[in-house]
């Protein structure tokens, strides 16, 4: 499945806050999946105490994060959500520094988002798209981009 169609019409957002606190920010990450139906707010609820837990696992390379949690804590529907962090955001962690594009993942299960992960995984490896992506200025701009994958 493409990274768009999991995506849908309404799950790219651009935000242009500053000085967000991890709350915060994984709120937006989350926003658009419950809005949506997509997960529960018991999902959001899991990626912030298993933050709180071990830190910013989520955190996968400089200015990349993908926030997820496990089925269970509350996936109706595999999706995926776009957030760009225009100001870049402060995850905690040590090693990335701070997160510009974040996909925040909802699997139903262990299996069947291995594809998207291949798709995303080409996706971070291609430098000049990911920071196409960062500068993008609208929602369609984003999607031509991640059409590609």
């Not at 967000?20 to 912030?48: N, R």
């Not at 837990?53 to 926030?67: N, Q, T, W």
């Not at 988002?113 to 993008?136: K, P, S, Y």
């Amino acid at each position: 499945m493409s990274i768009m169609k999991l995506i849908g019409d309404n799950g790219i957002v651009i935000s242009h806050e500053t000085n967000l606190s991890v709350d915060a920010a994984l709120d937006i990450t989350c926003s658009k999946l419950i809005e949506q139906g997509k997960v529960e707010p018991s999902y959001l609820a899991a990626i912030k105490a298993k933050h709180k837990e071990i830190g910013a696992y989520y955190v996968l390379a400089p200015k990349i994060a993908m926030p997820h949690a496990r089925p269970e804590d509350g996936v109706n529907e595999q999706a995926l959500q776009i957030t760009i962090f225009k100001n870049g955001v402060n995850l905690e962690s040590e090693d990335n520094g701070d997160v510009y594009f974040s996909v925040t993942l909802a699997a139903m299960d262990s299996d069947s988002h291995i594809q998207t992960i291949m798709a995303l995984a080409e996706l971070f490896q291609n430098d000049e798209d990911v920071d196409a992506i960062i500068a993008a200025d609208n929602e369609a701009a984003i999607a031509e981009i991640l059409n590609k994958y």
